[in-house]
Structures are given as structure tokens and as C-alpha cells.
């Protein structure tokens, strides 16, 4: 933490609707850390395709330093369809954020809060309160840009290394202890494909040595096509999953499917000493500017911010307020807050008050 005994927080709004959700969180942490005594210093930064369209690059060395010095990064959306490398792919600070620092577990929460439609009959009575794992620096995205492309034929290169997962198999048992510890089953389930391909295999193995270091972790293993019927199907049995790259990003879109849509997700990228945490959504020009974007995805974000940050350095007031948050944004959805993708009349600025409100 900080010498001024606040934390410093990089802020990388983005394109699109970012700095639109990014305002409204950063006004629920500064009304939170007042009330729980935590301190909070932001310092703001470029990145995204509009920066890209200005300078040549998604971001410039100043931002990746402020990354590296401040206590934790938060990010709103980044990059915009019609911006691309000259390889037609998208500007994405975000990806590149996580191989910079090694940000190998992809933290993808799925929990239904209390009046929000769920698409799965029985979810409102049954609650959906799970947990996608995805490794973030490796598997088919570890070829990203690396791709060799010819007249005949593309090839993509998947990574599967035992040093980044047994890491990540040790964050997912330590999160599903820490979720036992907190009242939920504290399970976990490895998804792969380890029927067809060695490198799968490779990983199901490695997942089963870091089972024996964690007897009180129930545990499960499933083939990633027979684990997306079951979710939509019973998403309730699910507890925490843990996936390749790849995997991770499909099924957790799913499972953000489940619980309203994307605009409802929040996530992390975390590491062994840096964290990045965004809504799962991305920049959504088609409404930017027009006060429609839902800011739950980023304020919930926010809230992983703080419980990390109580992990991290220990402050329980940290992980308490992070809870606060979250008890806010479910009184207001229980009372009746409706988002314009639920076909409600809420915008920005009415989640954004309604919270505040809570609070």
C-alpha cells in the first residue's frame, strides 16, 4: 500500500463505454472508503484504440509504469471494432496487460442477484453463485500474434506449461477453500479436453498432484462440451471451475449469459503481485454516449478490487467494504432498478444514484 496510507489505484478507462462505468465506480469507492476509513488515490491513464489511432500504440510506456507502481489496476472496456493492427486484430490493452504482468488466473464470477431475469428455469428459486477460473497467459492465446498464416492454411500454436499450471491450480484450491470458508461448497471442477488432446491431458495431470495438497476441496473433472450443457442446464451444481485460455473465455460468456448478461459480470486478471479488474463487457459503441450503459459489471469489479486488496495486505476493512458494495447493489435490484437490456427504462445514472444510495 502506499506510504499516504491509501491505496493507488491506476485508472484505464478506455473507449467506448468505459470511462462512462469507470465514473459512477469510482464514485461508489470513494463513498465506500468513507464510511469504512480506507483511503483512495486514482491517477488515470491512456489506453485503447483511440489512443492507438493517435499515437501508433495501445497504450504508452507511462501507463504500463503507473501499472507497475500502483496497488491495483482498474479498467473499463478497451478497443473498438473498427480499429485493428495491421494483422486485423483488435487494440486490446487488456490481453496484453496480462502477459506484461503475468496475469495468469482469470477470475470470472457468476452469481445471480436478486431480481435480475435469469434465462434458466428454476434459477430464481435454486440461485446461481459460481466461479470461472480461466488461465489468462497461456493456452491458444499464448499464440496470439505469433499465428502463421500462408495461402493454404493457418496454424495456431496451444501452450500448456507445468510452472504457470500448477499456479494456477494452487489460486483455484486456495479460492474454493477461502469460498468454504465463507458458507458456499467450496468445490472445484477441472475443464478440459483430456480425451483428445495430450496437452489436456497434461494439464488434467497436473491438476491431480495439486489435489493431494488439498483434501478438504471436493473435486471433479469434465470435458468442456458435456461442462456447457450442464450449465445451462443445472448452473446451480457448479461451484469453481478452472480452464485453459481459450475455454475460460467461451464458458465464461456463458455463464455471464446466466446471471443477465455481460453488463452484470464483473472479473479479474490476477498474478503473483499485480491485478487488473473489469466488467466483462466490452465497449459497446453503439450505445456510448447516450447514458444506456450499465455500470454493475465495473462497480462489482470494484468490490473484487477491495477483497483482493484485503487478501493481499491483510485488511479485513478492505473485504468488508467490498461486501458492502455488493449488499448495495443487490438491495437495489431487489427493489426493482431495471436495465435497459432487461427491456428496463434505468440507465447510468440511475443504477449509479440507487447504489450510491444504498450505500
Known amino acids: 500500500m502506499s506510504a499516504n496510507n491509501a491505496f493507488h489505484i491506476a485508472v484505464l478507462a478506455g473507449d467506448g463505454i468505459g470511462p462512462e462505468v469507470m465514473a459512477p465506480a469510482l464514485e461508489v469507492l470513494r463513498k465506500v472508503g ?12 491512456p489506453a485503447g484504440a483511440n489512443h492507438y489511432l493517435a499515437t501508433g500504440k495501445s497504450m504508452p510506456d507511462s501507463t504500463i ?20 493492427y495491421p494483422d486485423n486484430t483488435e487494440i486490446a490493452p487488456q490481453i496484453e496487460l496480462r502477459f506484461i504482468f503475468d496475469l495468469y488466473a482469470g477470475v470470472r464470477p457468476a452469481r445471480l442477484i436478486p431480481g435480475v431475469p435469469s434465462p434458466i428455469v428454476g434459477a430464481d428459486q435454486r440461485g446461481i453463485d459460481l466461479v470461472v477460473i480461466r488461465e489468462s497467459t497461456e493456452g491458444l492465446f499464448a499464440s ?20 504457470t499450471s500448477e499456479r494456477l491450480f494452487e489460486f483455484s484450491f486456495r479460492l474454493a477453500e477461502r469460498r468454504k470458508a ?26 491431480d498432484e495439486i489435489e493431494k495438497k488439498h483434501p478438504g476441496v471436493k473435486t471433479d ?11 445451462v442446464k443445472r448452473p446451480w451444481d457448479f461451484d469453481v471451475m478452472v480452464m485453459e485460455n481459450m475455454f475460460g473465455d467461451i464458458v465464461s460468456d ?28 466490452g465497449t459497446a459503441p453503439d450505445i456510448m454516449g447516450q447514458g444506456k450503459a450499465n455500470p454493475t459489471g465495473m462497480i462489482l469489479s470494484a468490490a ?30 431487489a427493489g426493482g432498478i431495471k436495465p435497459m437490456e432487461f427491456g428496463g427504462g434505468n440507465g447510468t445514472a440511475d443504477i449509479t444514484k440507487a447504489v450510491l444510495g444504498a450505500l
Open 34 to 45: 468513507e464510511k469504512s476509513g480506507l483511503g483512495f488515490r486514482f491517477t488515470e491513464a
Open 65 to 84: 509504469k503507473l501499472c507497475e507502481e500502483a496497488d491495483a489496476i482498474l479498467l473499463g472496456a478497451c478497443g473498438l471494432p473498427s480499429v485493428r
Open 144 to 163: 496470439m500474434g505469433k499465428g502463421v498464416v500462408t495461402h493454404e492454411d493457418a496454424r495456431e500454436t496451444m501452450v500448456i506449461t507445468r510452472k
Open 182 to 207: 465463507r458458507g458456499k461448497p467450496g468445490a472445484l471442477t477441472c475443464v478440459d479436453k483430456a480425451n483428445v488432446f495430450k496437452a489436456f491431458a497434461f494439464f488434467r495431470g497436473i491438476f
Open 221 to 231: 473433472r469434465l470435458y468442456v462440451d458435456a461442462c456447457s450443457a450442464m450449465l
Open 254 to 281: 456463458i455463464t455471464a449469459s446466466l446471471i443477465g448478461g455481460l453488463g452484470m459480470a464483473p472479473s479479474a486478471d490476477i498474478g503473483d503481485k499485480h491485478a487488473v479488474f473489469q466488467p466483462c463487457h
Open 304 to 333: 473484487m478490487m477491495l477483497d483482493w486488496l484485503a487478501d493481499k495486505h491483510g485488511i479485513e476493512s478492505a473485504a468488508e467494504a467490498g461486501e458492502t458494495i455488493e449488499r448495495a447493489v443487490d438491495q437495489v435490484y
